[in-house]
């Protein structure tokens, strides 16, 4: 069973064609989309990541958001296992779900402070996203810049790119 139908019909499509991760500027543009996929029955879990003054504090709010059980290690390992276990359905969002999108805010504020474990962050959940897909669940994560020119590097394959609405520089820039 395919995961996706290959339309324009279907909200998520257009955001994973090329990776599991899309890039935003706008809040305005983000709320749309997020709006859209809520609408089609995916459950949006939003994360702060302007919050995040360590690892801990990144730990802490994904644990929280995502139901992670009490024996959640707080450590890298711990979250690509807890991810994964999130991708198969264990928990952090229900069967009955069109699927689940993870929303991180304020992401350039993230990588400026904390460059290569933001990237890892990335890596990690486009790598349960691949999981979920192969297992047939749908599995986004949209992250929020208030840098035009953001650039994470190439996350699970892919580089992340701007989402279909601000793609060109200059609607990144006039949002």
Known sequence: MAVWKADNQEPGFN??????VSKFRSRNVLDDATWTLQAA????VRLDA????DEAAMHQSFSTA?????????????????????????YGWAENETGLVIVIDNFDQ????????AVTVLDIISGA??????????VLCLIRSDDPWLEPGPI????????PREWRTADRLDQ
């Open 129 to 138: 996203a691949l999981r979920g897909a192969l297992l047939g669940n749908r």
């Open 110 to 117: 993230f990588h400026s402070a904390m460059p290569d474990l």
């Open 15 to 20: 955001l994973v064609q090329n990776g599991f």
């Open 66 to 90: 995502l139901h992670f059980p009490d024996y959640y290690g707080r450590n890298l390992n711990a979250l690509v296992d807890c991810l994964g276990d999130v991708a198969e359905l264990d």
């Open 50 to 53: 302007g919050s995040w003054a």
């Open 41 to 44: 029955g995916y459950r949006i």
């Open 156 to 163: 699970g394959g892919y580089s992340p790119e701007w989402n």
